[in-house]
């Protein structure tokens, strides 16, 4: 019985695969503080036009360019494992899939639109990108991928982040990139929230809001997102469409797809490709995994919202807990994002995907179970797919029931040790973000004429 199914080479997509051409409804626009959409022009000033343009695009299919597949060949076509030793501990009479993202260089599923963000933007002759990243995997991936193509990249790096996961660090600047603990004091952003909060442990939105505002000041500098933008998500369906050929290979098809949910990309890397499936009438769910403590889909509203914490961004419909929202600081740094991709919010708000959030503990629970079953240590993010799929794969075995399901390995947890360390020695907690703050925080949505 096989293992791994892996693709040649050969097999690797030549195209992404853009959902909104299959969406029932057309995507909401984003809006500038006029509430009026935002013209593609305005976007021009921090991405390149070929990213806009995607960003946009109703297209269902966009070829990948081949200096593009050239680079994701170095760790593409990813394999696909069927998890024999966890579905044995589980019991379980469902089969256990996972497509495994952590062998990237960069240890995730980002360098995947990081390679094709920056060659977009050293085509267009851009010389920098400025980004952010929070537990330091997207940061990795442009640093990693701005080698590639050679382009130099800033990362303001969450504070908090910064401090726990050092190696991250080391790792970008390996790849040649600068890092900054965020809030700085380099820009506007940074200072205004140093002013109030000297000791603010940082969060996305501030991150974010710092980069912008350094690539919207530099004619040479571009800014790049490791998530959330529709052209973010279009460039990880590479992972589903491997997936579904890979599926194919051994004849079988998930009944359940799952994986963790920060900003929705690995998310809509690997479900969207099974989605459109789902649009000609197959029956296939897909299930969004994300946070107690960030509980962005299952608690937060959906509503017009910036990205960023400073309101630098276009306004996006999406589900939020409010830009200005804190997340604490638990151990799943890339789900800790105030917002969503709007095409998840969407097609959540449409009941065309589900959506579950799992407590701190039990993540770290299903995470120790895997590594001791697969072998794998996973990302403490790719830990929430792993507790729900094992929530799912019980109620198989009590059931009786032989689902098939398959989860995204977005990534691997070796510079997450020391949150390991911590949950081996019984001190880490649950949190379920309150209420009240949520609601606090949602009373700060912008307010728009006519909305
Ligand atoms: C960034 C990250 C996530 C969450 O981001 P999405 O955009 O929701 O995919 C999940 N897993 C890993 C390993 C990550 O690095």
Known sequence: MYTKILLPESEMPTH????VADMPIAPAPYLGPDGNPVPPEAMLAIFPEALVMQEMSRERWIEIPEPVRDVLRLWRPSPLYRAHRLEQALKTPARIYYKNESVSPAGSHKPNTA?????????AGIKRLATETGAGQWGCALALAGQMFGIE???YMVKVSYEQKPYRRSMMETWGAEVFASPTNMTESGRR????HPDSPGSLGIAISEAVEEAASRADTNYALGSVLNHVLLHQTIIGEEAKKQFELIGDYPDMVFAPCG?????GGIAFPFFADKAVGKEVQLVAVEPTSCPTLTKGAYAYDWGDSAGLTPLMKMYTLGHDFMPPGIHAGGLRYHGDSALVSQLYRERLIDAVAVPQLETFEAGVLFARTEGIVPAPESCHAIAAVIREARRCQVDGEPKT????LSGHGHFDMSSFDRFLAGELEDYDYPQEAIEESLRHLPKIAGL
Do not use: K
């Open 16 to 19: 992404w695969y853009n959902v």
């Open 115 to 123: 390679v094709a963000q920056a060659w977009y933007n050293s085509q």
């Open 153 to 155: 990249v800033r990362v």
């Open 193 to 196: 929230v140093l002013a109030v």
């Open 263 to 267: 900003g929705g990309s690995n998310f």
């Open 405 to 408: 399901l398959l989860f995204n």
